[in-house]
C-alpha cells in the first residue's frame, strides 16, 4: 500500500516568509510525527499527534511553529517568518495501533532552504 | 550526557568484514529500542527491534545490556548495499511515544 507522503520535497523560501510543509500517513495510522534532521545532526523530535488527544509539541523550537492535524489524518506544520536556523529536511512519520512494535514509518522529507 | 549516543564513524570495511556498532541510552526507563538504517538524503527504515535476549535478522545481530544502558548492532559478511547510516533509536515509553534517535554511525563498505 502507499506509504507516508510529504509535499512539497524542496522548499526554497526568504528569510521572514512563512512556510507550510504537508504530510499524509498511512492510512489507518493513528499516531503522527514530525520531525526535523539539519545537516549533520540526529533526528530532532518537534510534535506528536495520537488520535483525538491533544498534541505533545513539548519539541517545537519556537512559538513560530505549529501543527495541526485535520480530520485525524493530514497534517501541516507551518513555520512563521522564517530563519535561516530553520534550513533541514523536515522528516514525518505515522505509526499504526495493530503493529505489535512502535515501529514508525517514515516519509521522504521536505526539504527546506531558507535563503 | 546526550540521551543516544554513537559513535559517528565513519567505519571503512571491505565486503565480507564484520562489523559492530554501539550504542548508549541515558534514560534507564527506556522501554524499547531499534536500529534504524538511513541511506543518504533518504529517510530513515527500521531495520530492526532489539530484544532483552538479543536477537538476530538474517546477517544482523542486536544486543541489549538493560544495566549497562547499552545497545549493539553487529554485521557479518557486509555487503556493498549495507554501506548507509544506523540509527540507534529508543522509545522512553512502551506503545505509543516519541523516540530519540542517535546521531548515527556511518558505514561505508568497499569492494
Known amino acids: 500500500g502507499a506509504g507516508v507522503s510529504q509535499s512539497p520535497s524542496n522548499k526554497v523560501t526568504e528569510k521572514g516568509k512563512d512556510v507550510e510543509l504537508r504530510c499524509d500517513p498511512i492510512?489507518?495510522?493513528?499516531?503522527l510525527y514530525w520531525y526535523r534532521q539539519s545537516l549533520g545532526q540526529g533526528l530532532e523530535f518537534l510534535i506528536y499527534f495520537q488520535g483525538n488527544s491533544a498534541p505533545d509539541k513539548s519539541g517545537l523550537p519556537s512559538d513560530r511553529f505549529s501543527a495541526e492535524r485535520t480530520g485525524g489524518s493530514v497534517s501541516t506544520l507551518t513555520i512563521q517568518r522564517t530563519q535561516q536556523e530553520d534550513s533541514a529536511v523536515y522528516l514525518c512519520?505515522?505509526?499504526?495501533?495493530?503493529?505489535?512494535?512502535?515501529?514508525?514509518?517514515f516519509g521522504p522529507g521536505t526539504r527546506l532552504t531558507v535563503l | 550526557r546526550k540521551e543516544v549516543e554513537q559513535d559517528p564513524g565513519p567505519f571503512n570495511v571491505p565486503e565480507g568484514a564484520t562489523v559492530a556498532f554501539n550504542c548508549t541510552y541515558s534514560?534507564?526507563?527506556?522501554?524499547?529500542f531499534f536500529w534504524y538504517r538511513q541511506d543518504c538524503r533518504k529517510e530513515p527504515k527500521l531495520l530492526m527491534s532489539v530484544y532483552s535476549s538479543g536477537n538476530e535478522d538474517g546477517r544482523f545481530t542486536a544486543q541489549l545490556n538493560r544495566a549497562s544502558q547499552y545497545i549493539s548492532l553487529l554485521i557479518r559478511d557486509s555487503k556493498l548495499s549495507d554501506s548507509a547510516t544506523y540509527l540507534c533509536v529508543v522509545n522512553k515509553a512502551s506503545g505509543y511515544s516519541t523516540l530519540t534517535f542517535g546521531k548515527g554511525t556511518m558505514l561505508l563498505v568497499s569492494p
Open positions: 512519520a505515522s505509526s499504526s495501533p495493530w503493529e505489535a512494535s512502535d515501529t514508525q514509518y
Open positions: 534514560n534507564s526507563a527506556s522501554q524499547s
Open positions: 492510512s489507518g495510522h493513528t499516531a
